[in-house]
């Protein structure tokens, strides 16, 4: 991407490192090429918004982090990440066992981390290049996290109803649970109320410049 910073320039290099890895020898390619299909829209939006919208540094990073846990999800089908294996393997104790969990929850993290890099995102955009005050353009972009967790989920239904069921299985991943819908945006939902709590606490420590948090002062520069 033209004009991208170091920092970016290395997240996109990190990023691709891990996609061409997660294809190495893929246990199921059909599938995971089928995950993919929302990389690469995801891909594509995030170039647009990078030349169209003005998106601030960093921007890139957070939207480069999610799109590569998806990537290692998919590789694996979301359920069948070895995510315990690989605690068992380093430090000797299952995740698992640890936390009492029946279920692989690789997905949940992929959801948390929809909402905590997705939101963050937003708010930067609303703030300093809309001008919106930070406040409602946290609600909002916890409202567009929501929003979209409900309309991927809907896609996951269509899914379901159209594909034969293991191919809908592999894709959606619910483990057998009837809820897996509804906590999958819960856990999006978390993530970007978390993220979005952050992201106002940190502009409300800045320095005061002019009797005004520094925040509150770019919105009324950007009006």
Not at 99 to 114: E, K, P, Q, T
Not at 157 to 176: D, H
């Amino acid at each position: 991407m033209v004009g991208m910073a170091s920092g970016e320039r290395a997240a996109l290099g990190a990023f691709a490192a891990v996609l061409a890895a997660t294809w190495w020898r893929p246990p199921h390619p059909a599938e995971q090429a089928l995950h993919h299909s929302l990389t690469v829209l995801a891909l594509v939006a995030l170039w647009w918004a990078r030349r169209r919208l003005r998106l601030p540094p960093g921007s890139l990073v957070l939207a480069l982090v999610f799109l590569a846990l998806h990537s290692v999800a998919a590789r694996w089908l979301y359920s069948e990440v070895p995510y315990d294996e690989w605690t068992r393997t380093l430090f000797g104790w299952s995740l698992n066992e640890s936390l009492g969990w029946r279920r692989n929850n690789f997905d949940r993290l992929v959801h948390v981390a929809y909402g905590a890099c997705l939101a963050p995102v937003l708010i930067r955009w609303l703030v300093d290049a809309r001008g919106w005050p930070p406040v409602r353009a946290a609600v909002a972009a916890v409202e567009l996290v929501l929003s979209t967790s409900a309309l991927y989920e809907l896609l996951e239904w269509g899914v379901a109803m159209t594909l034969s069921p293991a191919t809908a299985e592999a894709y959606n991943g619910q483990q057998g649970d009837a809820w897996d819908p509804h906590k999958d945006m819960l856990c999006a939902l978390a993530g970007a109320i978390l993220a979005a709590c952050a992201v106002l606490a940190g502009r409300a420590a800045r320095p005061v410049h002019d009797g005004q948090p520094a925040g509150l002062r770019q919105t009324r520069i950007h009006r």
